[in-house]
């Protein structure tokens, strides 16, 4: 199945692991939004869009979105982080003249 994937979102808090926000369609036929690439000790990584709940008195996290093989699993976290390099290319050669103003949109 043909994946694609976006950034909807760099994200550039001092001291945050955390750096975009990303959406995915698969084969056309699905759409996931939410996805995280995070920075971590062991490098970039992709986290799936998760629900959290209390048990035990303790947070617990759930995927609401997860691929099922391997195989799918890479192939989408190959196109997320793939998104993420092209989007930080694309940042960081836009010249000072593609910068919009303060209330200006692109």
């Known amino acids: 199945m043909k994946i694609k994937a976006r950034i909807d979102r760099m994200v550039d808090y ?14 056309g036929a ?10 971590s000790e062991k490098g ?3 986290q799936m869009p998760q ?3 209390d048990k035990d008195g303790k947070k617990q996290y759930s995927d609401i979105f997860h691929p099922i093989t391997a195989d799918s699993r890479n ?5 997320i982080l ?25």
């Not at 989007?87 to 593609?98: A, F, G, H, Q, V």
Request: charged share 25%; proline share 2%; aromatic share 8%.
């Open 30 to 39: 699905f759409a996931i939004h939410g996805i995280k690439v995070i920075d």
């Open 51 to 53: 629900t959290s709940y």
């Open 82 to 106: 793939a998104a993420y390099e092209q989007k930080l290319s694309e940042d960081s050669n836009m010249d000072d003249s593609e910068i919009p103003e303060f209330g200006q949109t692109m």
């Open 14 to 27: 001092e001291g945050s692991k955390l750096k975009a926000i990303a959406s995915a369609n698969i084969g």
């Open 44 to 46: 970039l990584f992709v």
């Open 75 to 79: 192939d989408l976290n190959t196109e």
